[in-house]
């Protein structure tokens, strides 16, 4: 039997269609133009010709140290992250104790703690360490606010692990270590490329700590750098969106490697 196309649901796709890629071409359609093209002829038309300059310029700024400070505090971010998540979360799955739930319980109540409540206590902190203007400064909050829910993420998805497995290791004699790194680690690729991209967005996508805890340009990260696109005579919105796209990209690849365990992450352990 012959199905008849559904016009309805064509035409629903092509306006979310529309939706999405109306916004994505006016922002990359303005990283190709030069400013007085922009301000004559808007934001949706064509461009009169094509340029690098926005990105070009955009390096030229210092955007560049910018940007290499924010990729150093996303690894040192995710590392601190992915070093202390994994053995923490299989001693929550694995205890039968109460001292280890009653731990587990007071280490999610950071889920309730904004950033924006403690910051003044974290400025005074950071200062007294030494560490303010300093990147090490905005490494240590920012991993700190992402370890609850990155331990939330993954004893969720350890949890997933048949205890049959744990048992048959047993049987064979595999110590608890050897359990963690041969069974557990293998069976939560999804939720550790989770809290890895979760971790990743924070660090990078972050803004209060750097603003609060960094003053020269030497430790500036890339949501600070945006400023400089903004003057006393106005914005330079191709600029501004040419650094955005290039803040964009180092992101996107983290999904794009990540995406497949991401997904088998979110629906349990084998994607079933």
């Keep these: 039997m012959r199905r008849r ?28 133009r030069t400013r007085q093209d922009y301000a004559e002829n808007g934001p949706v038309s064509l461009p ?28 040192c971010v995710i590392g601190i992250v992915v070093l202390l998540v994994p053995p923490l979360a299989y001693a929550i ?40 203007d300093n990147l090490l400064g905005v490494i240590l909050p920012t991993a700190a606010f992402c370890l609850p829910m990155s331990a939330l993420i993954l004893s969720g998805a350890m949890r997933d692990i048949s205890p049959e497995l744990y048992e048959a290791m047993a049987m064979d004699g595999a110590t608890p270590r050897r359990m963690f790194f041969q069974l557990v680690l293998p069976l939560s690729r999804g939720g550790l490329s989770t809290i890895v991209v979760f971790s990743a967005l924070q660090a990078w996508n972050g803004f209060l700590f750097p603003l609060v805890l960094t003053q020269s340009d030497s430790t500036k990260v890339v949501t600070l750098g945006l400023y400089n696109f903004q003057t006393e005579h106005g914005i330079d919105i191709p600029g501004l969106l040419g650094a955005v796209v290039l803040s964009m990209v180092p992101i996107l690849l983290v999904y794009l490697f990540a995406r497949r365990a991401l997904v088998q992450g979110l629906m349990g352990v084998g994607g079933k």
């Design 48 to 75: 009169d010709s094509l340029t690098l300059d926005n990105y070009t310029g955009a390096f030229d700024s210092g955007f560049g140290q910018y940007f290499v400070n924010t990729l150093v505090v996303t690894a």
């Design 93 to 132: 799955v694995r205890s039968r104790g109460r001292t280890t739930s009653a731990i587990f319980r007071l280490f999610l109540l950071g889920l309730a703690i904004p950033a924006q409540a403690v910051i003044v206590p974290m400025f005074y902190l950071i200062s007294e360490a030494g560490l303010y």
């Design 5 to 32: 196309p559904n016009y309805l649901a064509g035409a629903g796709s092509l306006f979310w269609l529309f939706l999405v890629g109306l916004p994505l071409y006016v922002m990359l359609a303005a990283t190709l």
